[in-house]
């Protein structure tokens, strides 16, 4: 009797599922009252990952980041930063665009010094031809333009050339520290000649508090004998600009986290190689601190590099903002976190 035993196959089979359907789902019954016993209410504010399962805890570890994430977006509001950019009509489009394209955007705002107005947007601070020796003029013009139309709207004013990239989370971290309505100057610290007098590298980019831009253009500016006349062409930049300061008693301030500098006035590929900067480069020797080599040499939270070319700007955008190792690395916070965190909560 075939079909009456296929019918008898059939209805066994039947039950064989039933069965199991039903240990199924008391099975699974179970298995989600066991696992929810490891879930307190504050982990279904976000995803979260049952670190039991994979790690035989019962509760998972401290993850600090999302603290970090909202240290750095309210030292965003609070700390505001303008910057300005050295820059000239033949580097907008190879040079100028790309710091405008990635890091230029975290600035609380950006303006671009050149000698003509265009609609990058440029702004005029000098009349004279581009060149090396009118850098000091063209200087003087933006810290001069900066003071008439911006000196109350922001509390540091960071100079940067239009290779330089800048990482301004790491900015703002350690602006956080200080009063910017003391004068402060800010940046890689090197040695002026052979004398106990330091300046801020021009190129690794250099911060003034209010405070600072204050005394400069207020007084230094008007001291022709302590400070340099917009027409000098002798000399660098940013030794003029420390002379000024020096004359008016503000001094250059370390900008070293954890020990290690966090300006820096080359590209990572160079400062990072463990045989680069001989002791008689003029680095070495001029670094007001001994220079570490290799990885040692920069701060986890470095906040500048010089020499950057275009398409090393995206590179870095990309490794610093977007790019993640699985399972590496490490999101803690620097020693000194809650004394910055004093400084911007409570935020209204």
């Avoid at 696992?35 to 670190?51: T, V």
């Avoid at 330089?164 to 800010?186: G, I, K």
């Avoid at 903002?321 to 976190?337: T, W």
Wanted: charged share 20%; glycine share 6%; with cysteine.
């Amino acid at each position: 009797m075939p079909g009456y035993a296929s019918g008898i196959r059939n209805n066994a089979q039947r039950k064989v599922y039933y069965f199991l359907f039903v240990i199924g789902m008391v099975a699974g019954f179970v298995f989600v009252t066991v696992e929810l016993q490891y879930y307190d209410d504050s982990l279904y504010e976000k995803p979260a990952i049952n670190m039991r399962r994979y790690t035989g805890r019962s509760t998972p570890p401290v993850y600090t980041a999302p603290a970090q994430d909202e240290v750095s977006q309210l030292l965003s509001k609070k700390i505001r930063i303008l910057c300005w950019i050295m820059t000239c009509p033949a580097k907008l489009n190879k040079a100028a665009v790309h710091v405008r394209n990635t890091w230029g955007k975290r600035c609380t705002k950006i303006l671009y010094m050149s000698s003509e107005n265009t609609t990058f947007p440029t702004i005029a601070v000098t009349d004279h031809v581009e060149g090396y020796v009118y850098l000091w003029h063209k200087s003087r013009g933006a810290h001069q333009y900066i003071y008439d139309h911006y000196v109350d709207d922001f509390d540091w004013f960071l100079k940067a050339d239009d290779d330089t990239y800048v990482v301004m989370e790491n900015l703002r971290m350690l602006a956080a520290q200080y009063d910017p309505n003391e004068p402060f100057h800010l940046g890689r610290r090197l040695k002026y000649q052979e004398t106990n007098r330091s300046f801020m590298s021009g190129g690794a980019g250099y911060v003034l508090s209010r405070g600072a831009l204050m005394i400069l253009v207020e007084k230094a500016f008007h001291v022709p004998d302590k400070c340099p006349p917009a027409n000098d062409t002798t000399g660098e930049e940013d030794v003029k600009l420390a002379r000024c300061l020096w004359a008016f008693g503000v001094q250059p301030i370390d900008a070293l986290i954890d020990g290690r500098e966090s300006f820096h006035c080359f590209a990572p590929p160079i400062v990072l190689q463990p045989d680069s900067f001989p002791d008689k480069h003029w680095y070495a020797r001029h670094s007001y601190h001994p220079i570490k080599r290799g990885p040692e040499c920069c701060s986890d939270y470095s906040i500048s590099f010089h020499y950057v070319e275009g398409d090393w700007m995206y590179m870095l955008e990309y490794m610093i903002y977007q790019m993640r190792p699985f399972g590496v690395g490490y999101h803690g916070c620097p020693d000194n976190i809650t004394s910055i965190f004093s400084t911007v909560t409570p935020l209204t």
